[in-house]
């Protein structure tokens, strides 16, 4: 996957641009172990969503700096200049430790070759788009670090030899961005057997804490491709005004492990391992009802955490409940529709095609949907452009 950075000889700067496609998660990640080297608390499992209708598109561009001058950490985020967070900083000086210089090419096969440390002179300018609305709720935050993380470690030619370590990478900027790294269905692993086994060496199990694509057989893998259909309800926020969660998903996540006893014996009895296994099972065997009531129950297990987090954690409305209401009378006579909800209010509907006009049209119906988009599953994760 590694690439030559593009050379422009006018400007003498180094440039590269790729996409990333969001993830839903399927068995939920909440809870971190470790909160620097981000390792979770449990494993999870994702759906990767098809780039052409939701992804992240992200340049990253080294500019040499004028004589005298300091040089410069930039973001634009949807074209408007943004703050570099704390996260984002240690993936870009990891990147900085890490790279052994950089070759670039231009068009007519020139080439310009940096070393490490002129790499630090150079001001770096990240720019970065969502083709969907960024911090709503829709996993903005997968598709966007995934992107940078990638980007940047092509970009200063770190880990060319070592397809895992991206994910690291990735999870640095955010736990659930490891996941967008690949197509289909992801589980990341948590990388301990159990909680007790993370002791002294986190950063051993760091190492360990690797997103993986689920291997299933080419036929069922084809056959999940070419019948599920994805509606994304994007609700209204009605009175809140705003797509932002009250609660971000890193502070949600670390009170529902300091308070929540529910969240203590999900852990315990590891029922996201257990989840992750019978669904891996599902998947195998083409079983959609029984994907789909596994894949409603995990979302509700995440939103009982939450509300046994104290002080409680809500992060669906009345719009979110009432998909839900619709979504189990559509399947009163068995499983045609899965819903999932993230630590936000908007709604993942999961149907087979031939019932998608009909999923479609109990929703349509209901007010403070804004808007369904019609997807489905990406075939392929993070790439270069
Ligand atoms: C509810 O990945 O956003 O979407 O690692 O702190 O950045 P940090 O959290 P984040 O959490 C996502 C939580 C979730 C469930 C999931 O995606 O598995």
Redesign the pocket.
Known sequence: MSAIPKYDRATKSLSLTATSPI???LV???G?VHEQL?IPANS?L?ITIDQADLCSKTKVELIPTAEGAEPQLRLVLNGKEDKITS?IRSIIELMRERTQGVRAHDDQGHTLTLDASELRTHSLIITSENNFATASGL?S??SGLSCLAFVLSQLYGVSESFPDEYTKFA?L?????C?SLYGGFVQWHRGFQAIQELTEDSAKVSDQSLARAVELSQESMEWWYNNLSILICVVNPGDAQTYQKDV???DG?KITLETSELMKLRLEADLAQKHIDQLTGYLEERDFPKFAELTMKESNQ?HAVCLDTYPPIFYMNETSRQIIKTATKLNGQGNIVAYSI??GFHVFLFTLKENQVKVHEAMSVLPGIDQIIITRIGREGVKLI
């Open positions: 993830n839903i998660a939920k990640y909440w971190k981000i999870s994702s996260r996993a935050s997968s999870r900027g955010s736990g659930s961005a996941r971000p998903s890193t996540m995440l993230d630590a």
